[in-house]
């Protein structure tokens, strides 16, 4: 194979509109080690990328997705047990500069590119023998595309409703000290653990929480379970102060992220999610919480950018309890999708043998937290703590769900018991997540197999579901000739950024691409929202 260095620098531009041609070319393969992140260099100097037909750390990802890291350096010794050239071990493809002339650089670097090639002809035989071939060239690699271009685009960001939450913030964070410090007569490092496990045990004589090496345990659940149990003002304002300092710090790690143009651009990752999920970080967008109001309040922060009409939040309504439906075949849990039922409440209506009408909240509450439970192997032990009900009413109410819903018994049981004898599980794209530990004699490695078993093929499944939805809607906001965009993939919603008059279609469109994007036994449902902030756009 020949090998060539070109330094971009010293092109002129008639050697750059050659090299601009061959990268564009469709019928030239092409593989490499980073897609995304040459799709946008690329981007930078007006180039465009086609042809791609292998990321080796997209690939290497589908091989053996529960990898801790899919760096070239580290698949490259794992695999060829090949080492990269000195110096070059960290990079990844159009990241190294060298002096012009460096000849021993420009060499390392052809070394590089023989790795990669090496390791892409290496993967092949691997992803046909996984039959995973088809879900990198169809799925995957047009996801990189995709992510490239949000990752560009960015999201606008208000900079004085930020200020303003910090502020309002900052006095929350100082009312609930000087509540706190009041509770108790004096005043307290409400953030070390030390301080307050003297406060809490030996001062206000509050039952003990879980042993821990360094006394008691003051986490979060452990001082909400005790905040339950006595209702200690103290613990009200410990909470709140914890609470909003927390928010604080997010928020101040967000102001840091925003760029020149106002805009706060996220990276985000396929191969990191072992289930198929795509993460997001510098910074995470996917750990803005949305229980608390005060948490929603975040994505206020978040608006339209100037040119562009609103924001419009998408999201799948109930999606994994869908796909459990789908993989079960319980014709009782796919009726009522069918039908339009409030899951939980039809649920409830069964197992508690009362009309659905005189389904209580309470009620809807417990069937919620068990159906998503079960998915995850949770057990009667497990609901009863979640639920603070006793192990015997756990028990009692986890058999009537399975006396009721026989087929959804039968799918959990199978789906471990067939991953044991397959070695790995499965998503409806076919998707395989390997796990050997199904058959480990250590006990706990083998139960925590057991629950990756069962979780697996319904997150995954979520996961193929929206990345079909992410390509059906890029291409047909382009095919129409929109000018609205994809901002933001946060688990199972997606934000758009609406450009005037154009909100009508992209409703349609976006309804139809994500409604469309798998062919289940139950219908997928769309929450669509829209506003001039993501917070308002999710209400």
């Given at each position: 194979d020949a090998a060539v260095y070109i330094d971009l620098a010293a092109q002129d531009a008639a050697a750059e509109n050659v090299l601009a041609d061959w990268l564009r070319d469709k019928d030239i393969p092409k593989v490499m080690h980073g897609y995304k992140a040459a799709l946008k260099a690329l981007s930078s100097r007006g180039l465009g990328l086609e042809g791609v037909v292998d990321d080796t750390s997209i690939s290497g990802y589908l091989i053996q997705p529960d990898r801790r890291t899919y760096d070239l350096a580290e698949l490259a010794q794992h695999h060829l047990n090949v080492g990269l050239p000195s110096g070059t071990a960290?990079?990844?493809?159009?990241?190294?500069?060298?002096?012009?002339?460096?000849?021993?650089?420009?060499?390392?670097?052809?070394?590089?590119?023989?790795?990669?090639?090496?390791?892409?002809?290496?993967?092949?035989?691997?992803?046909?023998?996984?039959?995973?071939?088809?879900?990198?060239?169809?799925?995957?690699?047009?996801?990189?595309?995709?992510?490239?271009?949000?990752?560009?685009?960015?999201i606008a960001i208000d900079m004085q409703r930020m200020d303003e939450q910090l502020a309002d913030l900052a006095k929350v964070i100082d009312n609930a000290q000087e509540l706190a410090f009041a509770a108790i007569g004096h005043e307290v490092n409400l953030g070390s653990p030390k301080q307050l496990q003297t406060?809490?045990?030996?001062?206000?004589?509050?039952?003990?929480?879980?042993?821990?090496?360094?006394?008691?345990?003051?986490?979060a659940a452990s001082l909400k379970n005790l905040l339950e149990k006595t209702g200690h003002e103290f613990l009200v304002q410990l909470m709140a102060h914890r609470e909003s300092s927390k928010l604080r710090q997010m928020l101040e790690s967000l102001k840091k992220s925003v760029t020149e143009d106002g805009r706060i651009h996220t990276t985000y990752a396929q191969n990191v999610a072992a289930t198929g999920r795509i993460s997001s970080n510098n910074p995470n967008l996917q750990n803005i919480p949305i229980r608390s109001e005060e948490g929603r309040r975040v994505r206020g922060i978040f608006v339209v950018s100037e040119g562009y009409e609103c924001l419009l939040s998408a999201d799948y309504s109930q999606i994994?309890?869908?796909?459990?439906?789908?993989?079960?075949?319980?014709?009782?849990?796919?009726?009522?999708?069918?039908?339009?039922?409030?899951?939980?409440?039809?649920?409830?209506?069964?197992?508690?043998?009362?009309?659905?009408?005189?389904?209580?909240?309470?009620?809807?509450?417990?069937?919620?937290?068990?159906?998503?439970?079960?998915?995850?192997?949770?057990?009667?032990?497990?609901?009863?703590?979640?639920?603070?009900?006793?192990?015997?009413?756990?028990?009692?109410?986890?058999?009537?769900?399975?006396?009721?819903?026989?087929?959804?018994?039968?799918?959990?049981?199978?789906?471990?018991?067939?991953?044991?004898?397959?070695?790995?599980?499965?998503?409806?794209?076919?998707?395989?997540?390997?796990?050997?530990?199904?058959?480990?004699?250590?006990?706990?490695?083998?139960?925590?197999?057991?629950?990756?078993?069962?979780?697996?093929?319904?997150?995954?499944?979520?996961?193929?579901?929206?990345?079909?939805?992410?390509?059906g809607v890029h291409s047909e906001l382009a095919a129409q000739g929109l000018k609205s965009r994809m901002l933001l993939q946060v688990h199972d919603e997606l934000v758009l950024e609406v450009a005037a008059g154009e909100r009508e279609a992209v409703e349609k469109l976006l309804t139809g691409q994500m409604a469309g994007a798998a062919d289940l036994s139950v219908p997928l449902e769309v929450q669509i929202g829209v506003g001039p902030s993501w917070y308002d756009a999710g209400h």
């Open positions: 960290k990079a990844g493809q159009l990241e190294l500069a060298f002096d012009d002339g460096d000849a021993a650089a420009a060499g390392a670097l052809v070394q590089v590119a023989a790795v990669v090639q090496a390791l892409s002809r290496y993967f092949d035989s691997e992803l046909a023998e996984r039959k995973a071939a088809d879900l990198l060239a169809t799925l995957e690699l047009p996801v990189s595309r995709v992510l490239a271009d949000m990752e560009l685009a960015g406060v809490l045990f030996e001062e206000l004589q509050l039952p003990k929480t879980k042993k821990i090496k360094s006394g008691y345990t003051t986490d994994e309890m869908r796909i459990m439906a789908h993989l079960s075949g319980d014709a009782g849990l796919i009726q009522a999708y069918k039908d339009g039922e409030d899951l939980h409440r039809f649920v409830g209506s069964n197992i508690f043998h009362v009309p659905t009408d005189q389904v209580t909240s309470a009620m809807r509450s417990k069937v919620k937290a068990m159906s998503y439970g079960l998915a995850y192997g949770l057990t009667s032990f497990g609901l009863s703590k979640q639920l603070e009900i006793s192990v015997d009413e756990a028990r009692t109410l986890m058999k009537e769900y399975f006396d009721r819903f026989g087929a959804v018994r039968d799918y959990l049981r199978g789906v471990v018991d067939q991953a044991r004898i397959d070695g790995y599980t499965a998503t409806i794209e076919g998707r395989r997540r390997y796990l050997p530990d199904l058959t480990s004699t250590d006990r706990q490695l083998r139960e925590n197999a057991e629950r990756i078993a069962l979780n697996s093929p319904i997150q995954g499944s979520a996961a193929d579901i929206i990345k079909r939805a992410m390509l």
